[in-house]
């Protein structure tokens, strides 16, 4: 990436951020929290009042919850809200963005878009096909739940895992189809997924591995073995990409997974551009790779370092421990760290059992955990990955001992 100059500045310009998720919503909130007195614009595409992701999957989907608006008050903080307006593109040359109703200027533009479901070829405009990424999705879904079809699930990755102990909560009899040989292949090592695969039986949830969808027509999901999986309702759920179409042809740099490329201060390779949340990848210091994060506490933290780098105060790098969590199947399920920087794993309680933590370790320090009920285990060793403490790999094992006690 070249290097750029931004202009910073507590009063400096109009700031517009683009994309009303967390990440937009906390990048507006953070600048006016460090004190900017600027204008401030958040623009989003959906016309729903800026709402949280993970309740979709849990609390919303089940009618628990009617919502998950921010309770944020956008007016007493002079953020202008401006929802229901899709950016199309930008002109870093000229400070303007391009939307429907035509062009907007900013002074600095922060690109916080987030990401969109992949979708199921073959499968679009199959009645009775669903992804879940939206609140409009969740409204959507909630009455297929309560009709308590039989329900195929295709992913069996976190989105799929909450979605089919939701149906199952509801009533449903779930089918997961995976094409891969076990839940969560692309996230975790296949010793730690392994366990997880019972979750599913024990759920009462039927997970087929090595299964792949040839198509899907109404009324079945067809499986590349010719088998057919009687389907209601058939909810895909198998990853995300970056919502950067709009970015094509703008200069702004993108990377492989069309994410936008960022430094270590969440800048992009235009200046006056920043990008942040799921649609952003960065360089970790940390762990010696860029990470491109698709998980709630990247765009909470991400955000602080964007509003201070535009406020102009002294840099600091953007270098996360990063976190988050799922519901599933009864289990609350924890992540800190990367742990694919790792040269030893540790296993602290049985993984058959209701609680259970393993630990990634590099030289002796540890990198990344993974804990199962066990969220004091979390607590203690995200501050231990955060540190580098060295650790006592036989001290460490011993689940009965609290985990920072097992250092070096
Ligand atoms: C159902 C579900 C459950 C989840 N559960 C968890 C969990 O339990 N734990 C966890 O750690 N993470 C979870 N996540 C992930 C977490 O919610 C995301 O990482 C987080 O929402 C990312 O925030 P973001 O602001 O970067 O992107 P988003 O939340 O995707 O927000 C981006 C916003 O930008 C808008 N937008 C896109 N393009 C344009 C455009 N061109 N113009 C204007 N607006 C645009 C979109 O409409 C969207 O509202 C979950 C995600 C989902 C979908």
């Not at 891969?180 to 759920?203: F, I, T």
């Not at 919502?243 to 703008?250: K, Q």
Request: hydrophobic residues 45%; charged residues 20%.
């Amino acid at each position: 990436m070249s290097e750029q100059t931004q202009t910073p500045g507590r009063t400096a310009r109009q700031v517009v951020v683009v994309g009303a998720g967390m990440a937009g919503v906390q990048t507006a909130v953070a600048l006016r929290e460090q004190g900017f007195t600027g204008g401030v614009t958040l623009i989003g595409a959906e016309p729903h009042q800026p709402y949280d992701r993970p309740p979709l999957s849990k609390a919303v989907l089940l009618g628990k919850a009617e919502g998950s608006a921010f309770d944020i008050d956008f007016d007493a903080l002079g953020i202008e809200l401006r929802l229901g307006r899709e950016v199309l593109g930008v002109r870093p040359e000229d400070h303007e963005l391009d939307t429907a109703e035509g062009p907007v200027p900013y002074g600095v533009l922060v690109v916080a878009t987030g990401a969109e479901p992949v979708r199921l070829p073959g499968a679009e405009g199959v009645p009775g096909v669903h992804l879940l990424r939206t609140l409009d999705d969740a409204e959507r879904l909630r009455p297929v739940l309560a009709r308590q079809h039989d329900v195929v699930v295709v992913g069996a990755g976190w989105i799929g895992a909450e979605f089919a102990t939701a149906a199952r909560e509801a009533g449903c009899a779930v089918t997961v189809v995976e094409a891969a040989d076990r839940p969560l292949a692309g996230a975790l090592p296949a010793e730690v997924a392994a366990p997880m695969a019972g979750w599913y039986a024990d759920g009462g949830v039927t997970l087929r591995t090595h299964a792949r969808v040839r198509h899907v027509e109404s009324g079945a999901v067809v499986l590349d073995d010719g088998s057919r999986v009687p389907a209601g309702a058939v909810v895909v759920g198998i990853g995300a990409r970056p919502a950067t179409a709009w970015l094509e042809g703008s200069g702004i740099e993108l990377g492989c997974h069309r994410e936008v490329v960022a430094d270590d201060r969440l800048r992009t390779s235009v200046p006056d551009v920043y990008a942040v949340g799921d649609c952003a990848s960065f360089p970790s210091g940390r762990y010696g790779e860029r990470l491109l994060i698709h998980h709630w506490d990247n765009a909470l933290q991400g955000p602080r370092t964007v509003a201070a780098d535009i406020i102009g105060e002294t840099p600091v790098a953007y270098d996360p421990v990063p976190y988050f969590w799922s519901e599933q199947f009864g289990r609350f399920v924890q992540y800190a760290g990367h742990h694919e920087a790792a040269d030893a794993t540790v296993w602290r309680g049985d993984p058959a059992g209701a609680a259970w933590t393993v630990c990634w370790l590099r030289e002796n320090r540890l990198v990344a955990l993974l804990a199962v009920g066990r969220p004091r285990d979390l607590a203690q060793g995200r501050r231990l990955v955060e540190a580098g403490t060295p650790m006592d790999a036989a001290l460490l094992a011993d689940p009965s001992r609290p985990l920072k006690t097992a250092t070096l």
